[in-house]
């Protein structure tokens, strides 16, 4: 399993953590606690949280969720068409 999951992943399982459950306890909830942020920070410069992106949209934020999964070993559910 070490050798098909990202670095993150790979600590995580290394350490005795699943790496699923590690993206989504830090890595994904940062992801979605910096576009809250953003989205919040009418008031402030949001180019000043870590992470920004000016590009930031549901539609990234959704793509970088599913690569994080993916890149902590999660597989998609098989579609049978």
């Known amino acids: 399993m070490n050798s098909d999951i990202g670095f993150l992943a790979r600590f995580a399982y ?7 459950d590690y993206a989504i306890e830090h890595v994904i909830q ?3 606690a910096v576009y809250l942020t953003v989205c ?4 402030t410069d949001p180019s000043t949280f ?3 992106d000016p ?6 934020l ?6 994080d999964l ?10 049978k068409r």
């Open 40 to 43: 919040a920070s009418r008031y």
């Open 70 to 79: 993916l890149d902590a070993g999660w597989n998609p559910p098989e579609v």
């Open 14 to 20: 290394t350490h005795g953590t699943d790496p699923l």
């Open 55 to 60: 590009e930031l949209s549901v539609a990234v």
């Open 30 to 32: 940062t992801h979605i």
């Open 62 to 67: 959704s793509r970088r969720i599913v690569g």
């Open 50 to 52: 870590p992470g920004y």
